[in-house]
């Protein structure tokens, strides 16, 4: 297991190096540069911003200080927020984008594991039909028109919810219904489909040969091995949803790291994007690196096989 774990904690750092390297390039390699975008500014101005920034010395000198302010968790400046720091935008958004994430979270496993077990164990029957049918129209219904629609019937009609805006639970629960939505029907289909084939193995049948209770069999031999295709979706899903979906954000009103994202682009803020790029990819592998380690735990042939493979 300790060897699993350094070994996974070298693949992460490895592919943080390579993100941050293809990152810092590709920005770089766009036309145009954040301050020319609305008024001609004079040369003189523009040398002297561009000598401000660093932007004046070749690229791959920009490349190494860029690397060496990432050793230090320094992301630099931003060029279109005069005296805001990359650092500082991410501490004040990503707070935001948590609360949200983890209340998405939340709601995506607690039904997707609900509809999922419900489904798998009446299989064919009505429960099965109508969650399945609720899970393809969630699959199928993006999250900025659910978004939409829940604003437009649950809050304009209807007004049982704030419009927008954030800082109360409130208006915390249409956006994250709306987070929530692809994630658990995802969930439900995948868990139902695992339930189904672990029902099937002939250790099930044993079990049920020998007189337990269908629930006693679900929770102590079905669920356990059902749960590992889950386990394997949590890492993605957590990341994307912790992080904040920009379309949601911005439709609410929600002050968090998506709309910056967003922002950063339109202004060609070139900080501001190559920081949250990285920063999302850190949340994405170290919520892999987290659920890899959780599925060795769940199937310790996971880590087993790996060490067989090394040795």
């Known amino acids: 297991m300790v060897n699993y774990f350094f070994k996974k904690l070298g693949i992460l750092l490895l592919s943080l190096l390579v993100v941050a390297t293809l990152t810092f390039f590709l920005m770089h390699a766009i036309p145009g540069d954040p301050f020319t975008q609305e008024k001609a500014i004079p040369q003189e101005i523009l040398h002297a911003m561009q000598k401000h920034y660093g932007l004046d010395k070749p690229l791959i000198v920009q490349y190494f200080d860029y690397m060496q302010g990432l050793c230090k968790f320094d ?169 904040g979906s920009f379309a949601v954000e911005k439709i609410f009103g929600i002050p968090g790291l998506g709309q910056w994202f967003v922002l950063s682009i339109t202004n060609r803020d070139y900080t501001v994007i190559m920081g949250t790029t990285l920063f999302y990819s850190v949340i994405l592998m170290i919520t892999v690196f987290l659920v890899d380690l959780l599925y060795s735990w769940i199937d310790p042939r996971i880590s087993s096989s790996t060490k067989g493979v090394n040795s």
């Open 75 to 243: 992301l630099g400046p931003s060029f279109k927020y005069q005296g805001r720091t990359v650092n500082e935008i991410i501490k004040e958004g990503f707070p935001v984008s948590l609360c949200l994430g983890l209340e998405a979270l939340f709601i995506s496993l607690s039904l997707g594991i609900l509809f999922g077990s419900l489904s798998a164990s009446r299989q064919g029957k009505w429960q099965d039909r109508s969650t399945m049918f609720i899970a393809i129209f969630g699959l199928s219904m993006p999250s900025f028109l659910l978004a939409t629609f829940l604003q437009y019937g649950l809050a304009m009609k209807l007004d049982l919810f704030p419009v927008a805006r954030w800082g109360t639970f409130q208006q915390s629960i249409l956006p994250a219904l709306s987070l929530a939505a692809l994630p658990t029907a995802f969930i439900a289909r995948l868990l139902r489909t695992s339930m189904i084939e672990v029902l099937h193995q002939d250790y099930i049948q044993t079990a049920k040969s020998k007189g337990l209770s269908p629930s006693w069999i679900l929770y102590k031999h079905v669920f356990r091995n059902a749960l590992l295709p889950v386990a394997s979706y949590l890492g993605p899903l957590t990341a994307s949803i912790l992080t």
